[in-house]
């Protein structure tokens, strides 16, 4: 399951990445929308919640090692989606995310794409060892 969910989560990431780059300034629209209208509270709590409890329930492995990143990231939704559904004044703890500058947006962005690529790294090279092999000889 950690390989499924690492593809998964390796691209979602990777396109946000590259989003956040491209069209900042429509994610700075977004979240100042979003803070101000109840609907996208109730509708992103429940899709978080959903997605969360879904990660946590087939993928709760707590190892030090890297599928412990998909654990966390299913316990933030999860968690995430509980506060926005039971506590919808949660959404101000993210204010800081509304006005800021493009630059902000972009190096978030980098986190992302950091993330995703790794995430994709480890769910795509565990099933094609020899695709691994390649990328590693061509970095020497």
């Not at 506590?87 to 993210?94: A, D, L, N, T, V």
């Amino acid at each position: 399951m950690s390989l499924m969910l690492a593809k998964l989560f390796g691209l979602y990431f990777l396109v946000l990445g590259f989003s956040f780059i491209f069209t900042p300034d429509r994610f700075r629209r977004m979240y100042q929308q979003v803070a101000k209208d109840e609907n996208f509270l109730l509708l992103g709590g429940m899709l978080a919640l959903l997605i969360g409890a879904f990660v946590i329930s087939v993928h709760n492995e707590w190892e030090w090692s890297w599928p412990v990143i998909i654990t966390i990231l299913g316990w933030w939704s999860f968690i995430k989606g509980a506060a926005l559904l039971i506590y919808p004044k949660s959404i101000g703890y993210f204010a800081f995310i509304q006005n800021r500058s493009d630059m902000f947006y972009q190096i978030i962005s980098i986190c992302w794409l950091i993330l995703g690529a790794f995430l994709l790294y480890k769910g795509i090279c565990h099933h094609h060892p020899g695709l691994m092999m390649h990328l590693e000889n061509m970095v020497r």
